[in-house]
């Protein structure tokens, strides 16, 4: 690797701002790095000079037609400091330079392409010089089909979009409309809070890929104001699975993504969450008035002069059909009845606005009101991880031990072929059949409270074989559980 590698010159390769129409299933371009600074200066477009009409897609392509494979598509989303006062075409620009340079310049050379893992280019910012590390204080990588190593030959063999964002302080106006919506809580999005949730959810499909991409597919074509006569898409998504899934986190992540991807559109995200439980029971008699006037905050929002895109989320809405059905069969009085109503009318009201999406979730698939399934454009099953998910769930939590101090490992202990690992995939294995995402990541815990109480420094190996035991545990207490009911 060459470190003084010259950089080519903007002649080599006319650039375009203008990206091909993105493919099936890909985000759309919104700005993409190029040989020449200049045009990287062009891809951003703050929010102020945003022009429908410089849009990346349904714009003529000026690339000649590919003949090979289509390019792997990297997301590079930099996190600056919060004192920084770096502008984000500098931000941009410095950091494509610096893998232009740093880390693809083997390829200007004369040595062999080489591959490069989406972890090892998450190393980056360690590497960046000091001024520039003051700046910038997270550098994440994701390729767009989740490939874990993507083939690298030169920086240009892979299509760049960079994405410069700070994460949003919280702001003095959410005391005042918690006051206003006591069953919703409310966040600022990005947000610390919010920002290691989308890497910690491990799938077997790429349904965080794709979610995302419906997501900003959604958000530009309510933006490029579409006839949704003409062409319907989606506005609402539903996520329903057993508990413990990962649905509720999933919802927080892809608004926290949206608010990191779409920053080129909004002034951030307003993340709603409603409470429906609360609402139903704690107000219950004043739960419609409740509705109508949460929403009327939420609409106020939404309608600002520059507004942030607004994510609702509906949490656990089986609890709605209950409280419908117990209306209906004269258990409880006409008021939910009146109140899901409420909710039904607002939702559909406010879908409306452009800058709105919708998430819901259930943990109850066969039972969900009909009214939202109806509503929802996308139904997403999300299920219990397979054994290969449980083993990166579970690695996770041993790396982030490990990095604390509470086991104690050595160079190579966690590699592939290690014992450690053959350990570890076979407690993802028979072992852990069937436990939810929150149940694994209970295990390192409870492991630790129970085997080695207040140590740190502890054997690895010994640790696996705490898990083992604790596992082994967890399973037949659920299964006596399920036992006890079943004879019930
Ligand atoms: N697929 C998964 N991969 C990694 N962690 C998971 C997964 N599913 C659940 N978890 C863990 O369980 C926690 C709780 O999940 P949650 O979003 O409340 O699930 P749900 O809403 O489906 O009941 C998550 O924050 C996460 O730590
Ligand atoms: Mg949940």
């Not at 045009?39 to 897609?57: L, R, Y």
């Not at 964002?165 to 409310?186: D, F, L, N, S, W």
């Amino acid at each position: 690797m060459n470190r003084n590698s010259p950089r080519q010159s903007a002649s080599q390769k006319k650039s375009t701002t203008s990206a091909a129409a993105p493919a099936a299933g890909t985000v759309a371009v919104l700005a993409r790095m190029e040989d020449d600074d200049e045009e990287i200066v062009n891809g951003f477009k703050m929010v102020e000079e945003w022009d429908v009409s410089t849009m990346a897609w349904g714009e003529p392509d000026n690339e000649p037609p590919a003949m090979d494979a289509p390019k792997v598509e990297i997301a590079v989303e930099i996190l600056l400091h919060p004192a920084s006062g770096m502008s984000h075409t500098d931000a941009a620009t410095q950091v494509s330079r610096y893998l232009r340079n740093n880390i693809f310049g083997a390829a200007l050379d004369d040595e062999p392409p080489r591959e490069i893992s989406v972890k090892e280019l998450s190393r980056v910012r360690s590497m960046m010089t000091k001024a520039l590390q003051e700046h910038i204080s997270e550098v994440v990588f994701e390729a767009s089909d989740e490939r874990p190593v993507v083939l690298i030959n030169g920086y240009d063999s892979v299509k760049w979009s960079l994405y410069i964002y700070k994460m949003e302080a919280k702001a003095a106006v959410q005391g005042e409309i918690a006051e206003e919506m006591p069953a919703a809580t409310h966040e600022i999005l990005p947000s610390a809070d919010f920002q290691r949730l989308w890497q910690s959810l491990v799938y077997d499909t790429p349904v965080k890929q794709e979610l995302l991409s419906y997501a900003i597919g959604t958000v530009l074509f309510s933006k490029l104001n579409i006839d949704s006569d003409l062409i319907t898409w989606n506005k609402v998504i539903l996520l329903h699975g057993p508990p413990g899934t990962g649905k509720t986190s999933l919802c927080k992540a892809l608004a926290q993504k949206l608010s990191i991807r779409m920053s080129e559109h909004f002034p951030g995200v307003y993340f709603v969450e409603i409470n429906i439980h609360s609402l139903f029971s704690k107000w219950f008699s004043e739960s419609g008035k409740l509705v109508t006037k949460m929403f009327n905050s939420i609409e106020n929002i939404i309608k600002q002069k520059n507004a942030p895109l607004v994510c609702l989320l509906l949490d656990e809405v089986e609890s709605l059909a209950r409280s419908r059905q117990a209306s209906v069969t004269g258990s409880e009085p006409s008021d939910a009845l009146r109140a899901v109503n409420a909710l039904l009318t607002q939702l559909d009201k406010i879908k409306k606005y452009s800058n709105v999406l919708i998430f819901t979730t259930s943990n109850i698939s066969e039972a969900i009101d009909v009214a939202f399934v109806d509503r929802a454009d996308i139904k997403q099953y999300i299920g219990n991880p397979s054994s290969a998910a449980r083993d990166c769930i579970f690695l996770s939590c041993l790396e982030e031990l490990v990095k604390k101090g509470v086991l104690l490992s050595s160079p190579g202990l966690l590699v592939a072929e290690s014992s450690v690992r053959a350990m570890l995939r076979r407690i993802s294995g028979n072992l852990s059949e069937g436990m939810s995402g929150r149940s694994l990541r209970k295990m390192p815990f409870l492991t630790h409270a129970l085997r080695f109480s207040g140590r740190t420094g502890v054997d690895m190996k010994l640790f696996l074989e705490g898990m083992e035991l604790t596992i082994a545990k967890h399973q037949s207490d659920l299964l006596a559980m399920g036992r006890t009911v079943a004879t019930k």
